[in-house]
């Protein structure tokens, strides 16, 4: 069952933007940490971003800081990753994932998204 779905994936240009989102239909998130994490062809899923339930918190991967931005919007059960300078390398399926407590690794979230791919040109 679907917990997450994510959205706003797609191809750029090495420096553009994009914004992904991600929704959840039907259950309601707003009290759970929420994060963002990305595999690439042939590696691992890793941890890219993620909030606090509150949104007064964010961390970041070190490839992305200063570059992605996570936030959340509780009201309307979004959360979104602005993504800018994209690279090349940040070529990857985007997932959203959901959870009671906040993590940077992938076991410690039980809610997933089916994924968004981001591919970046250069």
């Known amino acids: 069952q679907v917990q997450l779905v994510e959205s706003g994936g797609g191809l750029v240009q090495a420096g553009g933007s994009l914004r992904l989102s991600c929704a959840a239909p039907?259950?309601?998130?707003?009290?759970?940490?929420k994060g963002w994490f990305r595999q690439a062809p042939g590696k691992d899923r890793e941890f890219v971003a993620a909030?606090?339930?509150?949104?007064?918190?964010?961390y970041y991967a070190d490839s992305v800081k200063g570059r992605f931005i996570i936030s959340r919007d509780n009201a309307k059960n979004m959360v979104y990753l602005q993504m800018n300078s994209l690279k090349p390398e940040d070529t990857a399926v985007y997932y959203c994932?959901?959870?009671?407590?906040?993590?940077?690794?992938?076991?410690?979230?039980?809610?997933w998204g089916q994924g968004t791919q981001v591919t970046v040109s250069s």
């Open positions: 994932a959901a959870d009671a407590t906040l993590g940077q690794e992938r076991h410690e979230y039980h809610y």
């Open positions: 039907g259950r309601t998130f707003s009290s759970f940490a």
């Open positions: 909030i606090t339930w509150r949104g007064s918190s964010t």
